[in-house]
């Protein structure tokens, strides 16, 4: 059965890096792509970033684009998403969701994913 697991999230310093990690089991990342989405406390949950299955082409929101890296490590069913220079603003819990498609096209219309992770918190304070 489909399953993904975020992991690595904490609270980090403004300023500072994080990587948060999805493990995946019950498909290949060799024909998925995979998408991160955050939700902040009374706010929607907004699409942050997406990686193809096919050449690996990476997708970002302008508010994380130059600061946040996603990647992907096929042998071992794992995405990341490397943050940083992390902003109080990106505190949020922070999921990886897939379509099991191969495309990111319209990755941020969390309506296109059947299968989501249960999320990991990352808190960006001092």
């Known amino acids: 059965q489909v399953q993904l697991v975020e992991s690595g999230g904490g609270l980090v310093q403004p300023g500072g890096s994080l990587r948060v990690s999805c493990a995946v089991s019950?498909?290949?990342?060799?024909?998925?792509?995979i998408a991160w989405f955050r939700q902040a406390p009374g706010k929607e949950r907004e699409g942050v970033s997406c990686?193809?299955?096919?050449?690996?082409?990476?997708y970002y929101a302008d508010s994380v684009k130059g600061r946040f890296s996603i990647s992907r490590d096929n042998a071992k069913n794992t995405v990341y998403l490397q943050m940083n220079s992390l902003k109080p603003e990106d505190t949020a819990v922070y999921y990886c969701?897939?379509?099991?498609?191969?495309?990111?096209?319209?990755?941020?219309?969390?309506?296109?994913?059947?299968?989501w992770g249960q999320g990991t918190q990352v808190t960006v304070s001092s």
């Open positions: 990686i193809t299955s096919s050449d690996g082409s990476t």
């Open positions: 019950g498909f290949t990342l060799d024909y998925a792509a």
């Open positions: 969701a897939t379509d099991l498609g191969p495309s990111c096209e319209d990755y941020g219309l969390e309506g296109l994913y059947d299968y």
